[in-house]
């Protein structure tokens, strides 16, 4: 029996600029049968930045509530805070029911593109870039504090795809906060990847960003 694989992707926002969650390290391809997709924002908040029409459900039985939807052939939720277990928790929960599948398959991969605080053009360099790292660690501890508390124990990959020159957060400091979250280890794929991005208001785009893959692992 072939055992289906899933991903967990974070802080997504308009379904066009999605996480690529099938990139593997050395430009290989991971094919997933199933991607659970999180957005920050609540639902209301989502829909009108984006403009997208989906017919949304609460899922049931699930603490803390969440609103989720399927977009084309994925599962979002809506809502998801990466900084708190309870709430990474709930998402995994909610796409095991939607996809019958365990706890293991989606939380073993996690995926993200270029996490940053909301109006960080508004401080300083160095202001910006500390509470991009305390942000990442905050996530990490957040991912394995759900782990634990989903009762799974495994090797949890935690792919970021961030520039190493990312003046948001740089190389050095991405992995100092990945590695202060918890990591047991980290490392950057020597490739390159292009991706059009989302700005956090869902007013702009930005086109063929050069983007570096990173990946923490947790053993749980």
């Known amino acids: 029996m072939t055992k289906l694989k899933g991903a967990l992707t974070i802080a997504e926002g308009h379904p066009d600029f999605k996480t690529d969650a099938d990139i593997v390290f050395n430009n290989g391809r991971d094919k997933k ?3 659970l997709r999180t957005t920050c924002d609540d639902i209301g908040v989502w829909k009108s930045k984006h403009g997208v029409s989906i017919s949304a459900f609460k899922a049931k039985g699930v603490a803390p509530q969440k609103w989720a939807a399927k977009i084309e052939n994925d599962y979002w939720v809506f809502g998801i805070d990466a900084t708190k277990a309870d709430d990474i928790f709930a998402a995994v929960k909610i796409g095991m029911a939607c996809y019958d599948a365990k706890a293991s398959d989606l939380i073993s991969d996690i995926y993200l ?3 940053n605080i909301e109006n960080d053009n508004q401080i300083g360099v160095d202001v910006r870039i500390k509470a991009n790292q305390k942000l990442y660690e905050g996530v990490c501890k957040a991912i394995t504090q759900a782990a ?3 009762g799974v124990q495994v090797i949890v990959n935690f792919y970021v795809f961030s520039n ?3 003046f948001k957060i740089p190389k050095e400091n991405l992995h100092e ?5 918890g990591a047991d280890s980290v490392e950057t794929d020597n490739t390159s990847h292009k991706f ?3 700005s956090n208001d869902g007013k702009r785009v930005f086109e063929n960003l050069i983007s570096h893959m990173h990946l923490a ?3 749980i």
Do not use: E, Q
Not at 177 to 181: E, P, S, V
């Open 148 to 150: 634990k508390l989903l």
């Open 217 to 219: 692992k947790f053993k």
């Open 196 to 198: 059009s991005v989302g």
């Open 177 to 181: 906060a990945l590695k202060n979250g």
């Open 33 to 35: 049968d199933f991607i």
């Open 113 to 115: 593109k270029n996490l």
């Open 164 to 166: 190493i020159k990312n």
